[in-house]
């Protein structure tokens, strides 16, 4: 998420609770009205779509929050400060109750109207957004939400149920059924066996049984605010570093953009601990804070997003083009296929019922939790492999590197491969392979071998990195655009004749530099053919690609 804001708006240099001095308030005026609150009026409840920003002109508000379902306040607002935090933004349910503690008069503004200041105001606009990332950050820390996950930290569906909340920036707590006493007390509030566990409770009210993503999506409110049957002038299909370079550059140039992801912001790249080759970040910055800056910046010109849900098929046959989605289909004048690529599978038996109970494919603080202080193992010969196992080093025993090469020079970025050298903690086995692993429900040991001498070794590990290969997430377009031998997508000059006279090329003009074999089609990023995988020319690749839309929309 942005940082926090260093000026001093206003009154007062508190960047969570800012005050807005009468000149800003009086700039803000004209979109608003001015109305009165009686002390105890509630003004947004817990679980609800936020549809209005208040300023307090005058006495109090209370903010509410509740663990057991009783409310209490936590800060009280007084006069020059507002009310909201990113849910405002992005249109979903909002995490806190927000009441008058005494007879007030408050400024309300319609959402639509702040998102307009956002993007029109850069002073107030940095302020409200400083805030809002803040309050964002502090719920997540302080774990406020009336989002509760019971379950195994040994649960395959439980990780994946924290993983889906962590990487999409929602606050929740997590009981642990195996080490918390609470959960007694939530069995019998909420009638639910542990045999039917992970559970998620939510909104302290409604109980989802190992819900799915799509489930928890409408749970908390994701994509309610979505018109399906809208037709944009662009349509991006993953959020990636590619997918949010172009949402953040078409909704800031006046594109009416929709972005689908069918898990969370970040692609491949959210899941890394730590970039420190990325333009702008001399100290580096993870996966997920840089994914989670683009998707505010994205939202905060206008782009929408759809979460959780994927795209399962892309109509070749007309414009607009429709893509069908795992519920309903959208529609949209322009595509950009930014979809990414996936790691593949190590080639050992059985390692699907370990994916997530053991089997990792992203190196974060979350699954760093499962590993202090044991031994854990990395595969894989390139930088994100390289920066995992520097971030595991911190807090686990001994990291043990395994590549099937030689050394990592020919993979790796020389800055990664001095500090592996150089980590007390890390173990490279060069020559090597993953040939098996051990474990009942949960991974509890792998066995390897020297592909030169054919020596085998075995250690005992709760905990596995693989990182890869890459696999393009291009299945779903089935045929409709020109791929190459692995599934990447062509574009531009990589598209032969042969190519386009198969899938029936209909324009006079040759198919611009990312274009794809579909008119006003384009591939970006990991799922591109010969793309360079690095995330600044993802980034570089999404933006470039909305010049060309326009160029499309033109025609």
């Known amino acids: 998420m942005a940082p926090n804001a260093t000026d001093k708006p206003g009154r007062h240099a508190d960047p969570m609770f800012p005050s807005l001095d009468e000149l800003m308030i ?3 005026k004209p979109r608003g009205r001015i109305r009165s609150v009686p002390r105890g009026e509630i003004l947004i409840e817990p679980g609800s779509e936020i549809r209005h920003f208040y300023v307090v002109i005058s006495g109090t508000l209370a903010l509410n929050r509740t663990d057991d379902g009783t409310f209490q306040i936590f800060r009280s607002l007084l006069p020059g400060m507002f009310t909201g935090e990113l849910s405002l933004i992005t249109g979903r349910h909002g995490f806190v109750r927000i009441s008058a503690a005494e007879d007030s008069s408050v400024l309300e503004i319609d959402r639509n109207v702040l998102l307009e200041v956002l993007r029109t105001d850069s002073q107030l606009g940095d302020i409200f957004l400083s805030a809002f990332i803040a309050r964002r950050l502090a719920l997540i820390e302080d774990a ?57 409770i939510c909104r302290s009210a409604l109980l989802l049984r190992n819900p799915t993503n799509e489930e928890l999506a409408s749970c908390l409110g994701f994509n309610a605010s979505i018109d399906r049957e809208q037709v944009r002038d662009l349509i ?10 172009a949402a953040v550059y078409g909704a800031s140039e006046g594109l009416d953009v929709l972005v689908i992801e069918g898990n969370a912001p970040g692609g491949q790249a959210g899941a890394s601990s730590r970039i420190e080759n990325y333009l702008g970040f001399p100290l580096g910055v993870s996966g997920h804070d840089l994914a989670g800056y683009a998707f505010t910046q994205a939202e905060k010109f206008g782009a929408e997003m759809l979460i ?99 050394g990592l020079e020919k ?33 509890e040991g792998v066995e390897w071998r020297n592909n030169r001498t054919g020596e085998i070794g075995s ?18 377009l089935d045929g409709c655009l020109a791929v190459d031998k692995k599934g990447f997508v062509k574009t531009g000059p990589d598209l032969a ?59």
């Open 26 to 28: 009086s700039r803000l």
């Open 236 to 245: 991006i299909v993953g959020a990636g570093p590619s997918g949010l370079a």
């Open 497 to 555: 004749r042969e190519d386009l006279r198969h899938h029936k090329w209909p324009l006079s003009r040759a198919p611009l530099l990312l274009e794809t074999s579909l008119p006003g089609v384009f591939a970006v990023g990991d799922i591109r053919s010969g793309s360079v995988k690095r995330v600044a020319s993802a980034v570089g690749e999404g933006s470039i690609a909305v010049s060309l839309v326009h160029r499309v929309l033109a025609e």
């Open 144 to 200: 406020a939400s009336e989002i509760v996950v019971v379950g195994s930290n040994h649960s395959h569906d439980t990780f994946r149920i924290k993983e889906f909340l962590t990487a999409n920036y929602q606050p929740y707590s997590f009981v642990d059924v195996e080490n918390d006493d609470e959960v007694a007390h939530l069995v019998d509030r909420f009638r639910f066996g542990i045999d039917e566990l992970p559970v998620v």
């Open 308 to 406: 959780a849900e994927s795209a399962k098929q892309l109509t070749c046959e007309r414009r607009p083009y429709t893509i069908q989605l795992s519920d309903g289909k959208i529609h949209g004048k322009t595509v950009i296929i930014a979809a990414g690529a996936e790691y593949e599978r190590l080639p050992v038996d059985g390692i699907a019922m370990y994916e997530g109970a053991g089997v990792y494919y992203g190196a974060t603080h979350l699954e760093a939790e499962f590993c202090a202080g044991e031994d854990v193992v990395v595969v894989g010969g390139g930088n994100a492999a390289g920066q995992a196992a520097l971030f595991l080093s911190e807090t686990a025993r001994l990291v043990y590197l395994i590549v099937r090469s030689e």
């Open 411 to 443: 993979s790796m970025s020389r800055y990664l491969i001095r500090r592996i050298e150089d980590a007390v903690r890390i173990k490279l086995l060069t020559h090597t392979e993953i040939i098996r692993l051990n474990g009942h429900l949960t991974l």
């Open 459 to 476: 250690h005992d590990t709760k905990s596995l990195f693989s990182m890869i290969g890459a696999i393009p997430n291009s299945r779903w």
